[in-house]
């Protein structure tokens, strides 16, 4: 769990670099997309994803995969529980131009949901981004209708490797419908009235290390965790490691907790290629990029966009997030055709393609005679 966590603070930070502005990303969904994307690189492409991810070039990648894996199921609920849902699906969107390779296409079906789907990138972009867009959405249950804007798919675009995640659960404990009220929230610009709800229950909650750890249990054994600061939060908040967090993860004990939370609504869409090179995630955007675990086809990627979507209200919370690793083709074919003329002595092979062995190799010196 620690890996994780380092890597979700990683790029928190230069994700959301401003303390004073709300931010909200999914960590579930971008480490799905990068470690798909990890999973068919190689060298230094790899090596550097890896790092991030997991912590190490050598990390366990198929073990994030597995972890991932775990996480986009939730566990049963009780009779008088509303039905959780979690919806998760991890889709390579090819043209026909690119031949994925069944190796890829085998360990994409081994993350949640995972499949290769044909999209019309060169030929009719528009409609690839209608396809992509629509497919999102209804994962998303709307959430997040348009995740590729208007110039998403450019002239060199013949792939998008796109996570999408959607999250709903019923808190255990519920908030008094009622009780709702405006109360003074202290803003970084100045003290607001906002809707803030209350609940007395018994909660997981600690108080350590400088911060209020509060747990608010989920069905489906999901769960919130309001970490509250007892200075400013711009000033606590950079001092959190992966330990830290994990310790403090760890800390709730139940006790009875009279809590007021704000209802939550929060947003955010982000290009996340600047950040990912700030990290140190490099090659994969250049020339140098080795993506040949997914296709002969010489591949970078071109963006990595994100959008993600978090509500808390008194009955529970929803969330929605999509990543989408937008590739390009690093040779593009020329408009005009090259033409190629046989008017002289020639070698010619006749082979199985995937094995490489051959059938028949002939020279022609005379095709007359």
Request: glycine share 8%; with cysteine; charged share 25%.
């Amino acid at each position: 769990m620690t890996r994780h966590l380092a890597f979700a603070l990683t790029l928190h930070r230069v994700t959301a670099p401003d303390l004073a502005a709300n931010a909200c990303w999914s960590p579930f969904s971008v480490a799905s997309a990068l470690g798909l994307v990890a999973q068919g690189a190689r060298g230094l492409t790899r090596d550097e994803l890896a790092v991030l991810l997991v912590g190490e070039k050598s990390g366990d990648l198929a073990g994030l995969g597995a972890l991932l894996t775990r996480a986009g199921v939730l566990e049963p609920h009780r009779d008088n529980e509303d039905e959780p849902v979690i919806a998760v699906a991890n889709t390579l969107w090819a043209d026909e131009s690119i031949d994925v390779y069944a190796s890829y296409v085998d360990e994409l079906g081994r993350w949640s949901s995972g499949m290769v789907r044909e999209a019309p990138f060169r030929e009719n972009p528009l409609r690839a981004r209608d396809m992509i867009n629509l497919d999102v959405a209804k994962t998303t249950r709307d959430l997040i209708p348009e995740l590729l804007p208007s110039d998403a798919i450019r002239e060199d675009t013949v792939s998008a490797l796109v996570n999408a995640l959607y999250l709903k659960c019923a808190w255990k404990h519920r908030f008094a419908e009622g009780a709702t009220t405006p109360l003074p929230f202290h803003t970084p610009g100045g003290v607001k009235d906002v809707p803030t709800m209350e609940l007395s229950a018994r909660l997981g909650y600690a108080a350590t290390d400088g911060w209020q750890v509060v747990s608010m249990p989920a069905v489906g054994g999901v769960e919130a965790v309001v970490l509250l600061p007892d200075t400013d939060l711009a000033t606590e908040e950079p001092g959190l490691d992966a330990d830290r967090l994990a310790g403090l993860l760890g800390a709730p004990r139940h006790e009875q907790v009279e809590l007021r939370l704000p209802k939550v609504d929060v947003r955010m869409q982000a290009e996340l290629s600047p950040p990912l090179n700030e990290v140190g995630v490099r090659t994969v955007f250049t020339r140098d990029a080795d993506l040949g675990g997914i296709t002969a086809s010489e591949l970078a990627v071109q963006a990595v966009l994100h959008e993600s979507v978090l509500k808390l209200d008194e009955q529970g919370l929803e969330g929605a997030a999509a990543t989408a690793v937008m590739m390009r083709l690093m040779s593009l074919p020329t408009g005009q055709p090259v033409e190629v003329h046989v008017d002289r002595p020639f070698l010619l092979v006749v082979r199985h393609r995937e094995t490489g062995v051959v059938y028949f190799l002939a020279r022609v010196t005379d095709p007359a005679e």
